[in-house]
């Protein structure tokens, strides 16, 4: 292969990349810590990523979380499971599932989080742990970087102790939960059977970064979203029939389609900790939104990020840093809910708004240092319908949800 590379002038086309390939030499060898090593992947593959599949990133909408956010995330799930169950990261049958794993940064921060006791890794590793990937290149980067990282910690070097991570699946998170969506044997059997184990597995926290995405501008843009009928049938009949909003379009976006999926995937007990848009915190439209989730679960975490950058003077600095860099101008909050049987007085909402004029640098440092129990929640009252179908609740703060 390589020579019949080298006969067709692949030098040349190669060539304008050399000083890329440099860069990464450079930056990989100045990486020292796991979390700048997690930090590096996801910068490389997104610089890429935007070049090389910028039609399909946009469609999709990719943005990578900074692994300050991730850790938090995967500590906050952990707070959110002991204080309603009783139960770990660690414990045997609790399964995790990041369905938008992207290059794996959140099933290699839960690995390295030292909440995995050192007796329970290779269970987890081989029955508890999975992560879905839609984008082939990422799905590899992904499947590399939690593999090394696994064998990193039990100390397996040898070829013949090396364990490829079982829980990884190349699919279309939404697409695989359809009905009459039988996977097709013939084309990938070995990846099909990831599929069936974890359609079957049941799964008791699902953490992530959704995909945000608003779809085409035109036509000719040939970027239009994926239709899902099942997905979309469960948001029409919770979400858009408690809407009083003309336009429903923006409760199609990937993020929320994300929270619909995620809510009935963990059935009836189970946490749900994401990183997304904040769309759904406030605003007509996602007025819905708030009565299902105040129904369905019954504690909530938001935590605002702030950051929106489609504001000008005095009120964008107010917003302050956005965590996504230049990933997104959007306000972005973090989501932990819990699905509870036991509990049975209305859903206890918490909120937590970061603070005017901090930096990206400054909320990312407090984010990383935070816990659930550490941070000042906000009582909010659970919002109710009036009698022309809105939604009603208190709470003093001018970035408040509800």
Known sequence: MVDALDGSGLESETSSLAHFYDSVRVRAEEVTSAEGKQQAIAELYERFRKIGFATQASALGIVYTPVEIVDFIVRAANDALSEAFGKTLSD???HILDGFTGTGT?????????LIRPEDLARKYAEELHANEI????YYIAAVNVEATYHALVGETADDDYEPFPGIVMADTFQIFEDGDGPDLGVCPANNERITRQLESP??????NPPYSVGQNSANDLNANLKYPGLDARI???YAKRSTATSLRTLYYFYLRAFRWATDRIGDRGVVAFVSNVGWIDGNTAAG?????????????????????????ELSRREGGKVFG???RNTIAIWISIKDPAHSSPCAIRYHDIGDYLSREQKLARDYAATLG????????PPTPTANGSTSATTTSPHGPF
């Open 92 to 94: 045997a049958d609790v």
């Open 106 to 114: 959140f099933m290699v921060r839960v690995l390295q989080s030292g």
């Open 135 to 138: 984008m082939l290149l990422a």
């Open 203 to 208: 799964i008791n926290v699902i953490i992530g």
């Open 236 to 238: 029409e009949e919770t």
């Open 289 to 313: 939104i708030r009565l299902s989730l105040a129904e369905e679960y019954s504690r909530i975490y938001a935590i605002n990020l702030r950051g929106n950058q489609r504001t000008t003077g």
């Open 326 to 328: 230049g990933g997104s």
């Open 374 to 381: 550490s941070l000042d929640w906000e009582a909010i009252t």
